[in-house]
């Protein structure tokens, strides 16, 4: 088993570093683990890369560290091509993920343009219902509570989903892709844990 503390050092030499307990666990967690921990034994939660990102995403800004350290147990280092083949399953994992997150954002994209359709009609619905309702022969209190209260809540209603997708729901993934593209072009470096 492996621990799952995640170390960064702050300054011009800044990493991160993941405790892996075997090479496996940079993709993929064994969901068994805990059952078959020794009492006291820390348990990886989420796979390495999973971290990885984290790390990245939980920055207030995504700048490129130096290098990703991978650290494992001597024993699992005794495979020459290990370092090799957890940088290229890393660099692997960026490039599905990124594919994802991009169908996702675009999916986003074209449900709020779908929407838009629907909710300006509700919008003008909202709009001409409340001007209606501030004509000066409707008695004052019918002219507050409806015209420039509940038909103007429904025609921002009519906006507010449709603008909401377009232009703030997408901007997590936006911000996933770039810590991705940062992520996929990082040194890795494989060293022994002791």
Not at 41 to 67: A, S
Not at 159 to 169: G, I, K, Q
Request: net charge neutral.
């Amino acid at each position: 088993m492996s621990t799952t503390d995640t170390a960064t050092t702050a300054g011009p030499r800044e990493e991160i570093v993941v405790h892996l307990g075997a090479p496996d666990e940079l993709l993929a967690v064994d969901p068994l683990a805990p059952l078959h921990a020794a009492p006291g034994e820390k348990v990886r939660g989420m796979p390495g890369v999973d971290e990885l990102l984290g790390e990245l995403l939980g920055r207030p800004r995504i700048r490129r560290p130096r290098r990703v350290v991978l650290t494992l147990p001597p024993a699992a280092l005794a495979d020459d091509g290990v370092a090799a083949r957890l940088e290229a399953g890393l660099r692997r994992w960026c490039a599905a993920r990124t594919e994802r997150v991009e169908r996702e954002s675009r999916s986003l994209w074209r449900q709020g343009l779908w929407s838009l359709r629907g909710g300006v009609a509700l919008f003008v619905v909202g709009l001409v219902l409340s001007t209606n309702f501030l004509d000066p022969d409707v008695p004052q209190f019918l002219q507050d509570v409806l015209g420039n209260g509940v038909f103007l809540v429904i025609a921002w209603i009519g906006l507010w989903y449709p603008l909401d997708l377009l232009f703030f729901a997408r901007s997590p993934a936006k911000r996933e892709m770039r810590a991705l593209d940062v992520l996929a072009t990082m040194p890795v470096e494989v060293r022994p844990r002791g």
